[in-house]
């Protein structure tokens, strides 16, 4: 319930505009958002590059409403690439949201910014992950991934576990040897798309990530959960030959704990650093995630 009421604030416009200016919210946003700037960014990546984690950065804004903002939003991913290749010693990748560039707008749109960006990845040496939003954009995202795929290997997708199709993306992924980073699912979905229990979602991960480990391609294990997290080290015991090519992926500010024992154990770890002034949205599903944090953001919407 409170899940749900969090996820429906994270797409209202006029909280967001409140809570965006908000100095107390601003500040909270930062356990789990680097920065505003790509300077603050860089700063994490190479924080996280010494502590031997590696890193996707996510330039945060999502469902951009006109082609200039998308191929803007586009040109932003191009210069980041441009400054992680300048900088010595900094090593990450970049994560996209499709609707960032075009896909709520115009598939195609949508696939020639894709295309930009794999292009001037591939130029650097870098590699391009396209985050999976709500459930009306798996189709489409899917599609100009696929249309790339053969293309560019420099390019990964997203499955979320808690879909019902799942299985049938996984196994196409897999057929066709492309990255795949596995995650839950952060979106608010109907029942008839999507497990809603959490042990139907989490034996679906397990599953997923069963067939994904009988692949040949690279594999994100995308979780905080220490179960899941466990199945990935079983399957990775299975499969010693998978471990060069699996990686533990979590996000920026959560179990850090967890994420350096990982590095510890050997495994590889990259972390998922968003930064940027549009944190709203993705400030509010990492509360929905964790009610316990809202406690954070109901004082921070008061403006204390
Ligand atoms: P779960 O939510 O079951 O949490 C397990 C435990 O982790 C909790 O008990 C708690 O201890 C800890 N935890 C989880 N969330 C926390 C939080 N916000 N604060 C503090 N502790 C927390 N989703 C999507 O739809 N599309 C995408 O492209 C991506 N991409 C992505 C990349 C990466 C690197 C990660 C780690 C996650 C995503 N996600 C995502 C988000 C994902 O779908 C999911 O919503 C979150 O990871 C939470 O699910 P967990 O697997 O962590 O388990």
């Known amino acids: 319930m409170l899940r749900s009421v969090l996820l429906y ?13 908000s100095k107390f919210a601003r500040k909270r946003s930062r356990r789990f ?6 300077d603050e960014a860089i700063g994490a990546v190479r924080g996280l590059n010494a502590r031997g984690m590696d890193v996707t950065l996510d330039h945060l804004g999502e469902c951009v409403e006109s082609e200039d903002q998308a191929d803007k939003a586009t040109d932003d991913y191009i210069r980041i690439l441009d400054r992680l ?31 930009r960006l794999a292009e001037s990845a591939s130029a650097q040496g870098n590699f391009v992950r396209m985050d999976m939003e709500a459930s009306c954009y ?34 196409e992924l897999s057929r066709r040897g ?7 699912g952060a979106y608010k979905e109907p029942a008839q798309l999507a497990f809603q229990k959490k042990q139907e979602i989490d034996d679906s991960y397990v599953k997923l990530l069963e067939i994904l480990m009988d692949s040949d391609a690279p594999v994100g294990i995308a979780t905080h959960d220490d179960l899941m997290i ?31 024992r ?16 549009e944190w709203y949205p993705y400030f509010m599903r990492r509360m929905a ?16």
């Open 138 to 171: 798996v189709d489409s995202t899917l599609s100009v991934f696929y249309e790339l795929s053969d293309e560019f290997k420099n390019i990964g997708a997203v499955i979320q576990s808690y879909l019902r199709r799942s299985e049938d993306d996984v196994r």
């Open 262 to 277: 990982l590095v510890e154990e050997r495994y590889g770890m990259r972390v998922y650093v968003p930064y940027g002034t």
């Open 9 to 21: 604030l994270s797409e209202q416009k006029r909280l967001q505009n409140f809570v965006l200016g």
């Open 33 to 38: 958002v680097a920065g505003e700037t790509l």
């Open 230 to 260: 466990d199945a990935g080290k079983r399957l990775i015991r299975a499969r010693p030959d998978r471990k060069a090519h699996v990686e533990f992926q979590m996000l920026y500010g959560i179990r850090r704990d967890m994420q350096a």
């Open 289 to 304: 995630e964790r009610p316990a944090n809202l406690f954070f953001a109901l004082r921070a919407m008061g403006g204390k």
């Open 85 to 115: 290749a300048a900088e010595s010693g900094v090593e990450a990748t970049i994560s996209i949201k499709p609707t960032q560039i075009g896909l709520a707008i115009d598939r195609d749109l949508c696939l020639k910014n894709m295309r």
């Open 178 to 184: 492309a990255p795949v980073r596995l995650c839950k």
